[in-house]
């Protein structure tokens, strides 16, 4: 409730102090945030670590980028696009030199981008989810790698240029996912729409017999197992909920921003949304969104200029150095007052003298 | 038929027999106990009834169903409880929470129930969390629901444990060393304790090195020195029993 407020007071605020234009990077951040929450429940409450989750963002955004925006035309008549046209998920339109386009559905490029996330996180996680800690971290980041390079070289993914021209998602009742000036606004509401209802989604996850489940794999497997918890496939579902979490985002963003590019699918992402699951707190879903939010928009804001990522890999490194516990397990007060009271003697110390 | 069947029960490490050719039974309603030296193999013969490890050799038959061969949550679901000899209870959660867990088995709420909070949900997780403060106040540590499980005392944090292998409800429970760690008066309390689950109709196989406790509330114990078992009689047997003496004592 509090939150539901805080984001309509926002966008008031930039209403009022005509500051509109930094609804766009909040937008984004929230669909970033997104994806962060859901690693979230992986690492900080099931325990199991991913470093290829920029992977499944990348599958979510690309397959919808490409699906809605690879013209079908050459192929019209083959049986299988025929087979598409007559289930009613192909639209046809103009590109914007005005030559004649066909086009899967933003609605059906979308789930099946969400589905092909789930599946490939469903075959990659059988195998991967029996390692631990370490080998787990190490397994996925190859994962993130392959996605990353498939991408890259793929013509069809548009190598290193990635996608562009990524048509508006439209959902119910005249509202449609776009970067167009006019629907900032809107968007903003159904960015922050859609994260709201997943946290409370994910929230009651948490607080439930399958999120307790959870809790216990991360203590102890063995424990959890002998209480009758089948911590193979709880790991597994809650790696494919993630991973679709993540493409979730990747395919609203995608739509958001008209286009993806490969740097979306690199492994330096997978490691700042570690970072921030880490700054958050690990088992703290709202130190995630609070942290998710904030660095994703200094960092859209180029607040980090050039030395974005070299930032992220330094908050890293102090959160695990200072506050493993995420900075808002901290003891600020503790902190401040012996801040001002060892200032205060160093002032004593001057007057004595 | 008797409730848990051992039968040439076997686990190698390698070229080491941990245990070798173990074989016995436990009757419903009774107390167990199985005793030996350090490194005799019990608690791998538990790893092996429990599932967690797999055995080499032999069969294991709980309730007529054979379950060697089968994972640790489908032994658990079976109705077998254990607890661990160096306590593995859920850190970062209550100990109301601990014990919940234990209710996994006798609820199904799923992911996707859990994550739309189906109001079919509420009334299983009501009953979830009533049951578990019920045994709390029965093993006498309901006062500290709300405590992060860890943080209690050491005699404390074996009673939630075995708070939580209750909440499963099982015919048998596996208790892996209760008295580990624990002073002459927690000891008592554990064999209060024990009396008390059996009470309940739970069938109870423990492993214990402190005797006093094996000898006060097993009704049958088991002798095993170098992963096999040496002897198999009722405690005042045992206590006369010469090569039992010998593994115990030395020549």
């Known amino acids: 409730m509090p939150l539901i407020a805080l984001v309509i007071f926002v966008q008031l605020l930039t209403d009022w102090t005509d500051t509109k234009f930094y609804l766009t990077q909040l937008t984004m951040s929230a669909y970033y945030t997104l994806l962060i929450v859901g690693l979230c429940i992986l690492m900080g409450y099931a325990g199991q670590i991913s470093l290829g989750h920029a992977g499944f963002f990348a599958i979510g955004g690309y397959i919808s980028g490409a699906l809605t925006t690879r013209n079908l035309l050459a192929f019209e008549k083959s049986s299988s696009v025929e087979f598409l046209d007559g289930l009613g998920v192909i639209v046809r339109g103009q590109d914007i030199y005005g030559e004649a386009l066909m086009v899967i559905a933003p609605w059906a490029a979308c789930l099946v981008a969400i589905i092909t996330a789930g599946l490939i996180a469903w075959i990659l996680g059988i195998p991967v989810l029996k390692l631990k800690g370490h080998y787990l971290a190490m397994a996925t980041l190859g994962f993130g790698v392959i996605i990353y390079r498939i991408v890259l070289a793929s013509e069809y993914f548009g190598e290193a240029d990635g996608i562009s021209e990524v048509p508006a998602f439209p959902l119910f009742g005249g509202l449609e996912v776009s970067g167009d000036f006019g629907t900032r606004v809107e968007n903003y509401y159904i960015a922050w729409g859609l994260l709201i209802v997943c946290m409370v989604l994910l929230r009651n996850l948490i607080q439930s017999r399958a999120g307790r489940a959870l809790r216990s794999i991360h203590s102890s497997e063995d424990a959890a197992e002998s209480m009758g918890v089948n911590t193979s496939r709880y790991k597994l579902q809650i790696f494919v909920l993630s991973a679709v979490f993540a493409a979730v985002a990747g395919v609203f963003l995608t739509h958001y921003n008209g286009g993806i590019?490969?740097?979306?699918?690199?492994?330096?992402?997978?490691?700042?949304?570690?970072?921030?699951?880490?700054?958050?707190?690990?088992?703290?879903?709202?130190?995630?969104?609070?942290?998710?939010?904030?660095?994703?928009?200094?960092?859209?804001?180029?607040?980090?200029?050039?030395?974005?990522?070299?930032?992220?890999?330094?908050?890293?490194?102090?959160?695990?150095?200072?506050?493993?516990?995420?900075?808002?397990?901290?003891?600020?007060?503790?902190?401040?007052?012996?801040?001002?009271?060892?200032?205060?003697?160093?002032?004593?110390?001057?007057?004595?003298? | 038929?008797?409730?848990?069947?051992?039968?040439?029960?076997?686990?190698?490490?390698?070229?080491?027999?941990?245990?070798?050719?173990?074989?016995?039974?436990?009757?419903?309603?009774?107390?167990?106990?199985?005793?030996?030296?350090?490194?005799?193999?019990?608690?791998?013969?538990?790893?092996?009834?429990?599932?967690?490890?797999?055995?080499?050799?032999?069969?294991?038959?709980?309730?007529?169903?054979?379950?060697?061969?089968?994972?640790?949550?489908?032994?658990?679901?079976?109705?077998?409880?254990?607890?661990?000899?160096?306590?593995?209870?859920?850190?970062?959660?209550?100990?109301?929470?601990?014990?919940?867990?234990?209710?996994?088995?006798?609820?199904?709420?799923?992911?996707?129930?859990?994550?739309?909070?189906?109001?079919?949900?509420?009334?299983?997780?009501?009953?979830?969390?009533?049951?578990?403060?019920?045994?709390?106040?029965?093993?006498?540590?309901?006062?500290?629901?709300?405590?992060?499980?860890?943080?209690?005392?050491?005699?404390?944090?074996?009673?939630?444990?075995?708070?939580?292998?209750?909440?499963?409800?099982?015919?048998?429970?596996?208790?892996?060393?209760?008295?580990?760690?624990?002073?002459?008066?927690?000891?008592?309390?554990?064999?209060?304790?024990?009396?008390?689950?059996?009470?309940?109709?739970v069938t109870v196989l423990l492993v214990e090195h402190d005797m006093s406790l094996v000898m006060d509330v097993s009704d049958e114990i088991v002798v095993l020195s170098f992963g096999e078992k040496i002897a198999e009689d009722v405690p005042a047997a045992i206590q006369q029993n010469d090569e039992v003496v010998k593994v115990y004592l030395g020549e």
């Open chain 2, 1 to 201: 038929m008797a409730l848990l069947e051992i039968s040439g029960l076997g686990k190698s490490f390698g070229g080491l027999r941990a245990v070798n050719d173990v074989s016995f039974s436990v009757e419903e309603g009774a107390i167990k106990a199985v005793i030996g030296p350090n490194g005799a193999g019990k608690t791998t013969l538990f790893n092996l009834i429990t599932g967690t490890l797999p055995a080499t050799t032999g069969t294991v038959t709980f309730n007529g169903k054979r379950i060697d061969g089968k994972r640790s949550h489908q032994i658990a679901a079976l109705g077998m409880a254990r607890t661990f000899q160096n306590i593995k209870l859920f850190h970062d959660m209550t100990v109301l929470e601990n014990v919940m867990i234990g209710r996994h088995t006798r609820s199904s709420a799923g992911f996707l129930a859990s994550m739309f909070h189906m109001p079919w949900t509420w009334k299983e997780e009501k009953s979830i969390r009533h049951k578990s403060m019920e045994i709390l106040e029965m093993l006498g540590i309901s006062e500290h629901a709300d405590t992060e499980a860890t943080s209690l005392a050491f005699g404390q944090q074996r009673t939630v444990e075995l708070a939580r292998a209750l909440a499963l409800e099982p015919t048998i429970l596996l208790l892996d060393e209760p008295a580990a760690g624990l002073n002459i008066y927690e000891t008592a309390e554990i064999g209060r304790l024990i009396g008390r689950i059996r009470a309940l109709d």
């Open chain 1, 261 to 353: 590019g490969p740097s979306e699918a690199g492994v330096m992402k997978s490691v700042r949304y570690v970072a921030i699951v880490a700054v958050g707190g690990m088992a703290h879903l709202w130190g995630a969104l609070i942290m998710g939010v904030v660095l994703n928009f200094l960092s859209l804001r180029g607040v980090f200029g050039s030395y974005d990522d070299a930032v992220f890999g330094a908050i890293l490194i102090l959160i695990m150095l200072f506050a493993p516990n995420g900075i808002l397990s901290l003891n600020w007060k503790e902190m401040l007052t012996k801040l001002f009271r060892q200032s205060g003697r160093e002032q004593n110390v001057g007057r004595d003298r």
